[in-house]
């Protein structure tokens, strides 16, 4: 596909892009909606999810693994809520660094860097769906994703902005995921993206460390309002 | 061991004297990634931290010694007289890491256990090069480090608060690679493929 066809697309549908899970981050039944694109789950255990994500004052109390009972009973289901929302955001990732590399507008050691990360969340993707299987559970729908590619300086910001989204998604799990197994995946994922976050934050001549010596997690509701203007169904 | 045979050769010269657990599991880490790469320690750690059963205190001990080993490892670079974009990353990176410091002697405190004491450390470096080879080797390691010992810890604020952490690590790992002009991401995941691999061939530091 040529650079000026996959742009011009890309500006037709902008339209498109407001109304496609505008609501998401504040409306619950848009909520829902996300869940039945995440597929394999139901609402009630995404809500479950999304509750546990803003429940963070009383974390406190916690920090104690008190709750046995409840993390036996109910840890598989989140787990695999948690797995696909990963997934969901790799697709996203993958989708992302697949049309820069087809933009034209990268060249050389640039084009190949954004090859290389796009190739890492393309494996970061089959991991997630394996795991999703192994979980018994149904891999989450690919989203369709549209996103603006107009000139080189803006497409590397996005990509800064997107993978310091993912690294503060997936440490925002990190303490939810209940199977052992699965937290050693989602970490030897979150730090990959990390080193992404930090190597575009530098071309870009940003700090490496935004959040100082201490990494800042971010909630699903967070996450998913930033990236709905990229998802258009 | 020659040094050609080495994956990471810069780390069978770093030296920790010190009697604490975390120092020991420290140096088997250090022995693991001078043989195998620095990303490679995550199961020596796994394993090391399953063996001594120690629980929470322990593993947040073990974090604290590596964050030590970091924060000088830093502190001495900077007296190297480092070049202008090499010594801004050498001072940021080290006060980070002393903030890691500070924020794991305190962790280990609230969990009622007493702080690991600082080793006495040496680092094979003698100029900016090989203080920018050993720097990737030690961030990268301390990465691995972190994801082997995390999935063990119990109490998901500390899990929390080291996910918060290796984060920053994996951003060093990758702004000091790309200062020596090195891939910032080499693999598509921060753990080893072949760990079982790895874990017969360290099963020896792990025991004695």
Known sequence: MKPENRRSEVAHSLPERESALAELSTDPSSRKRFLKMMGGGGA?????????????????????????????????????????YALTLEYL?????????????????DLETIKQFGDQ??????????????????PAAKPKTEFPLEDAKKVLQTAADVENLGAAAYLGQADKIESKEVLAAALSIHTVEARHAA??????????????????????????????????? | MADSQLASPELSGVEIHGMSRGAFIMRGALVTG????????????RQAIAQSGGGDVDIVNFALTLEYLEAEFYKQGEK????????????????????????????????????????????????????????????????SAYNGAAPAIESKEVLAAAGSIVQIEARHAAAIRLARKDNPSPDAFDKPLDEEKVLEAVKPLIKS
């Open chain 1, 121 to 138: 969340e393309q494996q970061h993707v089959e991991a997630l769906e394996a795991t999703v299987k192994k979980l018994g559970g149904k």
């Open chain 1, 199 to 233: 190597a575009l934050n530098t071309l870009l001549g940003k700090p490496n460390t935004p959040d100082g010596a201490f990494a800042k997690p971010a909630s699903m509701d967070e996450v998913l309002s930033k990236v709905k203007p990229f998802i258009v169904g």
């Open chain 2, 34 to 45: 001078a043989v195998y790469g620095g990303g490679m320690v995550a199961p020596f750690v």
């Open chain 1, 44 to 84: 009630a255990a995404l809500a479950m999810v999304v509750a546990a994500c803003g429940d963070e004052k009383d974390k406190g109390t916690s920090s104690q693994p008190a709750s046995g009972g409840a993390e036996k009973s109910g840890g598989g289901k989140g787990d695999l809520e948690i797995v696909n």
């Open chain 2, 80 to 143: 190297l007289g480092l070049s202008g974009d090499v010594s801004k990353l050498a001072k940021q990176f080290g006060d980070e890491e002393q903030q890691h410091v500070e924020a794991l002697s305190a962790t280990v405190e609230k969990l009622g256990g007493k702080a690991a004491a600082k080793p006495k450390f040496t680092f094979p470096i003698k100029d900016e090069k090989s203080f920018l080879k050993l720097a990737v080797t030690l961030e990268d390691t301390g990465v």
């Open chain 1, 93 to 109: 990732e993958a989708a992302f660094y697949k049309d820069v590399a087809g933009s034209g507008l990268f060249k050389g050691a």
